[in-house]
């Protein structure tokens, strides 16, 4: 068995939100990210696991902090 911290992923073909960042107070064009927490089942070689738990989040690209988070419904409404 093994354990792998799985990194944030960018979702790609998502449009950019324009937002203002709470954290390091500029406006910009933030993106979507994956956030994959909890136990998770997956191969250590893959970028991202096959059964897991997921959070999305707005990014800023500045500060690269996530500042809210957001919903399945709300990212396939952001798909282009």
């Given at each position: 068995?093994?354990i792998?911290?799985?990194?944030?992923?960018?979702?790609?073909?998502?449009?950019?939100?324009?937002?203002?960042?709470?954290?390091?107070?500029?406006?910009?064009?933030?993106?979507?990210?994956?956030?994959?927490?909890?136990?998770?089942?997956?191969?250590?070689f893959?970028?991202?696991?096959?059964?897991?738990?997921?959070?999305?989040?707005?990014?800023?690209p500045?500060?690269?902090?996530?500042?809210?988070?957001?919903?399945?419904?709300?990212?396939?409404?952001?798909?282009?």
């Amino acid at each position: 068995m093994f354990i792998k911290n799985w990194e944030v992923q960018i979702i790609e073909n998502t449009k950019t939100v324009q937002k203002y960042c709470n954290i390091c107070d500029n406006d910009s064009e933030h993106v979507i990210c994956v956030e994959y927490y909890g136990p998770s089942v997956g191969l250590i070689f893959l970028s991202k696991p096959l059964l897991s738990m997921k959070r999305y989040w707005l990014v800023c690209p500045i500060c690269k902090q996530g500042d809210q988070e957001i919903s399945k419904d709300q990212v396939e409404a952001y798909k282009k």
